[in-house]
Nanobody, 124 residues
């Protein structure tokens, strides 16, 4: 089992940057594939895939909407996951969640463990 806590959200102007850390507690963090998802205002039933990374960090995956602007990374020694967000747009405004699943990485929402989310607001 793993517990996840996101931080780093806030208000930023369009074109700006934010870095979201997600700290994990529990055993065997390096056995988990990790992902970032987001839920936009008015879309409470839709949790959109943003990025994912395999257990070692050697493979990463991105939604087309963030490719080239966002970077997912992890530090297994620190049991931490990160999302570096550059060139932010107003449409990136959402609650961002990190998620974990044992084993192989997937780019859908089939992750067992979720954090509580952190709000990112991008002003125009």
């Amino acid at each position: 089992q793993v517990q996840l806590v996101e931080s780093g959200g806030g208000l930023v102007q369009a074109g700006g940057s934010l870095r979201l850390p997600c700290t994990a507690s529990g055993r065997s963090f390096n056995h988990y594939a990790m992902g970032w998802f987001r839920q936009a205002p008015g879309k409470e039933r839709e949790r959109e895939f943003v990025a994912a990374i395999n257990w070692s960090g050697s493979s990463t995956y991105y939604a087309d909407s963030v490719k080239g602007r966002f970077t997912i990374s992890r530090d297994n020694a620190k049991t931490a996951l990160y999302l570096q967000m550059n060139s932010l747009k107003p449409e990136d405004t959402a609650v961002y969640y990190c998620a974990a699943r044992w084993g192989v990485v997937v780019i859908n929402s089939e992750y067992k463990y979720w954090g509580q989310g952190t709000q990112v607001t991008v002003s125009s």
